[in-house]
């Protein structure tokens, strides 16, 4: 069965300073991978994909992500906080078969300090 | 298309009594699905449709929980007799198939429900 670990539930960074949210997923095979940003009181909106092709993926509001199967990690990186980037993430990872139904995992919760 | 939309954003209601949501998906998407999202924790997969058919129902999606999609578009998710339990935020998302490179799901805002 496939599942994701993100490290650390809540995770602080003062503006202008680097983000990284770290994923770990498991999979028998590499499975499509997202990362999605909530907002308060608001559904999911994706922030970039991985499905196969670049390892190196980017995204939108200058967030990337790079895929390494060898240590299963799809980590989102972003080289400057910004105070609107204050919200909750989530990995997520798809298979390629069976309704391509979502499972995510219990998400990060990024504050950024003035 | 103004995306996917859910009604009613939000729900009270007493343990016991029986609540219905909708969804609206993106109108050209035949594949729709049901999350459930507790506080502080990840959208758990409930269920999904593709066009009317409900091919995948979720080990938590319990004989209260039923779900339908009559003609291919929109969806319906009822609870019967709620539990406080059943608090929750029900998303719906939805996605087109196929449409190669394609994958992701697109989330409606949401319905969260208080059950008192």
């Known amino acids: 069965a496939q599942s994701v670990t993100q490290l650390g539930s809540h995770v602080s960074v003062s503006e202008g300073a680097l983000v990284l949210l770290r994923c770990n997923y498991s999979s028998s095979v590499p499975p499509y991978l997202f990362w999605y940003v909530q907002y308060p009181n608001q559904g999911l909106q994706l922030l970039l994909k991985y499905t196969s092709a670049a390892t190196l993926v980017k995204g939108i509001n200058g967030f990337e992500a790079e895929f390494k199967k060898s240590e299963t990690s799809f980590h989102l990186t972003k080289p400057s906080a910004h105070m609107s980037d204050a919200a909750e993430y989530f990995c997520?990872?798809?298979?390629?078969?069976?309704?391509?139904?979502?499972?995510f995992g219990a998400g990060t919760r990024l504050f950024v300090k003035a | 298309d103004t995306g996917v939309s859910q009604n009613p954003r939000h729900k009270i209601t007493k343990r016991g009594q029986n609540v219905t949501f909708r969804c609206d998906p993106i109108?050209?998407?035949?594949?729709l699905y049901w999350y459930r999202q507790t506080l502080g924790q990840g959208p758990e997969f409930l269920t999904y449709f593709q066009n009317e058919a409900q091919l995948e129902k979720s080990r938590l999606l319990s004989d209260r929980f039923s779900a339908e999609r009559p003609k291919g578009s929109f969806s319906t998710l009822e609870i019967q007799r709620t539990e406080q339990g059943d608090s929750a935020m029900y998303l719906c998302?939805?996605?087109?198939?196929?449409?190669?490179?394609?994958?992701?799901?697109?989330f409606g805002p949401g319905t969260r429900l208080t059950v008192t």
């Open positions: 109108s050209e998407h035949n594949r």
């Open positions: 997520a990872v798809s298979p390629h078969t069976g309704g391509f139904k979502t499972i």
């Open positions: 998302a939805s996605r087109a198939s196929p449409e190669p490179g394609v994958y992701e799901q697109y």
